[in-house]
């Protein structure tokens, strides 16, 4: 078996950077972890994550604008 780490994230400094995002910090009880290399792509991860997981045809403004202010720069 082969195992494949894939590293992505934008070059800051010499240090990569990733924005992340984790479904429990937006008070929901679940461990999914979103990361990417923009907050678009998170949001697109996340959208999709919202939609299988916890059933959101479509996440509300109120709800976006949380998300945006629990995203973390991750090293």
């Given at each position: 078996m082969?195992?494949?780490?894939?590293f992505?994230?934008v070059?800051?400094?010499?240090?990569?950077i990733?924005?992340?995002?984790?479904?429990?910090?937006m008070g929901?009880?679940?461990d999914?972890?979103?990361?990417?290399?923009?907050?678009?792509?998170?949001?697109?991860?996340?959208?999709?994550h919202?939609?299988?997981?916890?059933?959101?045809?479509?996440?509300?403004?109120?709800?976006?604008a949380?998300?945006?202010?629990?995203?973390r720069?991750?090293?």
């Amino acid at each position: 078996m082969v195992s494949v780490l894939l590293f992505y994230g934008v070059k800051k400094g010499g240090v990569y950077i990733v924005k992340v995002l984790r479904c429990s910090d937006m008070g929901v009880q679940c461990d999914w972890i979103g990361r990417a290399e923009t907050e678009q792509e998170l949001f697109k991860m996340a959208s999709e994550h919202a939609a299988t997981v916890h059933g959101m045809k479509e996440i509300p403004k109120e709800l976006l604008a949380k998300a945006k202010t629990l995203i973390r720069d991750e090293k």
